[in-house]
């Protein structure tokens, strides 16, 4: 069973678009991350949730919304994509919230594409 | 203002020789660090961590090691194998985690 999904995989879609990306997590972990991978490499962190609660929301554009319906799936909407949202999306989950050792475990990511 | 840098976005080595990626951190608050590795098409997986109160920590052919006066940690993989072709990123947690931009090793048979 895999640990923590995300659907789709491969997203292309226009400009100006609304999509979602979901994240579900079989863990049972309190914390699910949202990271975005962009062309340079760069794994930085868009969002965490502990507890169906946001606790980090990185200067993102207001355009990204998180959505925790429960503990174990985290959505992403992005609405009015644009070109530099192309990136990779990775979802992430770990047992607590707070750095020090909190193994994230990662989905596979989300290759998105904008056309 | 990127806190843990990679400095090597490749490196190859020879099956059986040591492997060594490093990496630098600017945070001094930092008190944890972690080694993911990640393969083409999948996410990072964890590999080795060290926390702050430790210079050194082996799991076995992976060691890594911290300099925390110099900011600077490695990750040392001996005998390198062709499975340990992949992308390795350092990374670095206060109140969360800061990664690096990954540096891809090729293990040559």
């Known amino acids: 069973d895999t640990a923590v999904s995300q659907t789709p995989k491969y997203l292309v879609t226009q400009m100006g678009n609304d999509k979602s990306i979901k994240c579900e997590q079989n863990?049972?972990?309190?914390?699910m991350y949202w990271y975005k991978q962009d062309s340079k490499k760069f794994l930085k962190i868009m969002f965490s949730?502990?507890?169906?609660?946001?606790?980090i929301n990185e200067t993102v554009p207001n355009r990204f919304s998180p959505k925790s319906p429960d503990k174990a799936h985290l959505n992403l909407h992005i609405n009015s994509l644009e070109l530099g949202d192309s990136a990779v999306y990775f979802c992430?989950?770990?047992?607590?919230?707070?750095?020090?050792?909190?193994?994230?475990?990662f989905g596979p990511g989300t290759r998105l594409t904008v056309l | 203002d990127q806190q843990v840098k990679q400095n090597s976005p490749s490196l190859s080595v020879q099956e059986g020789r040591i492997s060594i990626l490093n990496c630098d951190y600017t945070?001094?608050?930092?008190?944890?660090f972690l080694w993911y590795k990640k393969y083409p098409a999948e996410g990072p997986t964890f590999l080795i961590s060290?926390?702050?109160?430790?210079d050194k920590n082996e799991d076995g052919r992976f060691t890594v090691f911290l300099n925390k006066s110099a900011k600077h940690l490695s990750l040392h993989i001996v005998p390198s194998q062709p499975g340990d072709s992949a992308v390795y990123f350092c990374?670095?947690?206060?109140?969360?985690?800061?990664f690096g931009t990954g540096t891809s090793l090729t293990v040559i048979p």
């Open positions: 992430a989950s770990s047992q607590d919230y707070g750095g020090g050792y909190n193994e994230q475990f």
């Open positions: 863990l049972g972990h309190d914390t």
């Open positions: 949730y502990n507890n169906k609660e946001l606790i």
């Open positions: 945070n001094s608050m930092f008190d944890y």
């Open positions: 060290i926390s702050s109160i430790k």
């Open positions: 990374a670095a947690s206060a109140n969360q985690f800061y």
